[in-house]
């Protein structure tokens, strides 16, 4: 028995010793040698992303075995990349095409191992962006620089599509500052800013998350305005300057308000340039012209009143009026004392403080123009006045005892907060003309 297991183990042996000397070459012999290749593993799962005037062809390496080299064909041009340089450490293939016209191709891609042995080939197609694609491309342009009261400007655009674009300014300093602009926003604001400026803005554009490259289209350049073009508001039928509840201001015991004001037609009956009257009680107060005439009344129960004239159409007068609860009222014209009269506490209105109508009755409407809206928390001394007539009122919002101050020299749009910063009014149906 022990004789047997002995001449089957010494059988099994030599079958095994005789099966390990024929290897896989030898198999592949068999079939070569009637003709059939030897393919080596290749690059499956390929996909390939756009870029300008190249791309990059992306391949899974699960299935390369032993291959070595790499071409990639495409018209009359074959490329050959070494298969270890282009493993990146995620385990695939990356393999750029450079210098490529904008247009379609159709890119075969083979592997080879280090005998010559190829692997069957893959085709993949993909396209490459050129300086058509890019002409075709609509860049973000800036439609309209509009300057603000603050110093600052808002820049408009156009509703051209991005993916960013980037807008290069010179500040207030004369130092270029660059900003990266994305979801395409109507308007950009830039704080700081330097009159007839140099503006560029260049539009980036990927066509396809998986992109390559961005498109980059030509800068498009501009200046900032030179000068800020003065405005000024007209006031006519259904229109008016809103500044808010009258309760807003705490106006009960003593005010001066200062503006300057322009008829271009003297109506008969009242024309308000500036009022919070409410009546039944009379209460609040009201700047007005009527027929040639201008008048200053508050409401305390009855109405208290003073006047001055003539007024004439096309002409601006500096106006000033002062309120002093149980003493009494003053009105000044081009900064000289022109009327006063005596008041009691003026009876608390129901409506809002409006200039250009009456926020009571809409018919009593300016025909005409409104500046320099100014409303101070005390009386305001004769001298004072005609001090701020003569420096054209121009204040910083900082004096002591300025409630609010509105210079309306310039369109800044349908909503204006005051020199203060305390204040917006807003504009409904007004038109600004040029000075």
Known sequence: MKRIIELI????????????????????????????????????????????????????????????????????????????????????????????????????VMTYDAAGNKSIPSQVYGVAYGIKDILKETPKRIT???????????????????????????????????????????????????????????????????????????????????????????????????????????????????????????APGDQCIISCESANPSAGMMLRGSGSKLQFYVGDGGWRGVSFSPLSVGVWYDIAITYQANVGIALYVNGELKSTGKCGRMNTPTSRLQVGTSPYYSSRYMRGDVQHVTIWRDVRTAEQIKADVEQGYNFTGAEDGLKAYWPMTVNWGDQLPDQTGKHVAEFANVTWIKK
């Open 9 to 108: 183990a010494g059988l099994t042996f030599l079958s095994v010793a005789v099966a390990g000397c024929y290897g896989i070459d030898d198999t592949q012999k068999e079939w070569t040698s009637k003709g059939e290749k030897i393919y080596v593993g290749k690059l499956d799962s390929l996909k390939v992303r756009s870029g300008v005037n190249r791309v990059e062809i992306i391949g899974d390496t699960r299935y390369l075995r032993s291959a070595t080299e790499c071409t990639v064909s495409y018209d009359d041009t074959t490329v050959v990349f070494s298969v270890s340089e282009i493993i990146g450490d995620d385990g695939k293939a990356r393999m750029l095409i450079d210098n490529l016209e904008g247009g379609s191709y159709y890119f075969d």
């Open 144 to 266: 309209t620089f509009i300057p603000k009261y603050d110093g600052s400007v808002d820049v408009e655009w156009n509703e051209a599509s991005s993916t960013f674009y980037r807008l290069t300014w010179e500040n207030a300093d004369g130092i270029i500052e660059t900003m990266d602009i994305y979801d395409s926003p109507a308007k950009t604001n830039l704080r700081s800013w330097k009159k007839g400026g140099k503006v560029t803005v260049q539009t980036f554009i990927k066509k396809s998350k998986e992109d390559l490259d961005f498109l980059t289209l030509e800068p498009v350049e501009y200046a900032f305005p030179t000068e800020i073009e003065e405005s000024i508001p007209r006031f006519g039928k259904d229109s008016y300057m809103n500044l808010g509840p009258y309760s807003d201001w705490d106006m009960g015991d003593t005010f001066t308000i200062e503006l300057r004001a322009r008829y271009t037609e003297l």
